[in-house]
């Protein structure tokens, strides 16, 4: 099957630094990839859509200036929390769409980036 | 807008008993409903999907149809094993838009 993948899987940063995690689809290619995020024991909740080449579209709340996305390949996304504080400490999760889906809507997920704001 | 409702957990069961996740939705159309699992510290990973009304999803062992009539999903599987604890997430997106909604996930734990 698919297969995405995201680095790093965990990091530990200081309050106010930025951090970038990369979410890549390693053997198809994505028009569109979805960034979730998760808190402990809850559901994931949709961050943004990111699309190959254009701008992403931010879910309700999500702040774009804290959370920049950029969708600049078929098989790259990147998310980088700006400025980051520790309530930004969660579980980012990224999915990827295939290109030619042939009308399925299966996502594929990554692992997951443990984020941990100190 | 669209949700996903699960049974609430945690569930526990005894290895080899039956389980049921029930799951039910709300949608405006119909759309594509799916059961990922997440074990300890890891991502999310397909466990099935179905894609139209009285599809049945099945993998190793689990199985949900999908019914329009009662707009429900729910996850069986006949026989627990220990390596089945893990969280359940019951799941919906539609073809053209591909985001998903997922439900409040079910933390299922079996004891041997």
């Known amino acids: 099957g698919a297969v995405v993948s995201q680095h790093p899987s965990r990091v530990i940063c200081k309050s106010g630094t930025s951090v970038k995690i990369e979410c890549r689809s390693l053997?198809?290619?994505?028009?569109?990839m979805f960034w979730y995020r998760q808190f402990p024991k809850q559901s994931l909740m949709l961050m943004a859509t990111s699309n190959e080449g254009s701008k992403a579209t931010y879910e309700q709340g999500v702040e774009k200036d804290k959370f920049l996305i950029n969708h600049a390949s078929l098989t790259l996304s990147t998310l980088t929390v700006t400025s980051a504080h520790p309530e930004d400490s969660s579980f980012y999760i990224c999915?990827?769409?295939?290109?030619w889906g042939g009308g399925t809507d299966t996502q594929y997920f990554g692992p997951g980036t443990r984020l941990t704001v100190l | 807008g669209d949700s996903v409702t699960q049974m609430e957990g945690p569930v526990t069961l005894s290895e080899e008993a039956f389980l049921t996740i029930n799951c039910t939705y709300t949608a405006t159309g119909y759309p594509s409903l799916f059961w990922y699992v997440q074990y300890p510290g890891e991502g999310l990973q397909l466990l099935l999907k179905?894609?139209?009304?009285?599809d049945k999803g099945s993998n190793k062992g689990f199985e949900a149809t999908y019914r329009k009539e009662t707009t429900s999903f729910h996850l069986e599987k006949g026989s627990v094993q220990v390596s089945d604890s893990a969280v359940y997430f019951c799941a919906l997106s539609f073809t053209n838009a591909g985001k998903s909604t997922f439900g409040d996930g079910t933390t299922l734990t079996v004891k041997p």
């Open positions: 179905a894609t139209k009304a009285d």
């Open positions: 053997d198809f290619q994505a028009t569109t």
């Open positions: 999915s990827a769409r295939e290109l």
